[in-house]
């Protein structure tokens, strides 16, 4: 996927497109992986990991 935002960041340098068309899609993917995810398979982890809130 980098080699994929290399292009698309040198143009955002260069002034040819801007962020808005990098994140974007990339927002979007990032939401369809999201919902895809099968919580319940973590189900079996409750408990067991530390706890990890910041104060």
């Given at each position: 996927m980098?080699?994929?935002w290399e292009p698309q960041l040198t143009s955002i340098n260069?002034?040819?497109?801007?962020y808005k068309s990098l994140m974007g899609?990339?927002?979007?993917?990032l939401h369809q992986l999201i919902t895809?995810?099968?919580t319940s398979v973590f189900q079996p982890l409750k408990g067991k990991?530390?706890?990890t809130t910041i104060k």
């Open positions: 980098t080699a994929q260069n002034k040819e497109t801007n899609p990339m927002a979007n993917t895809q995810v099968d990991g530390q706890n």
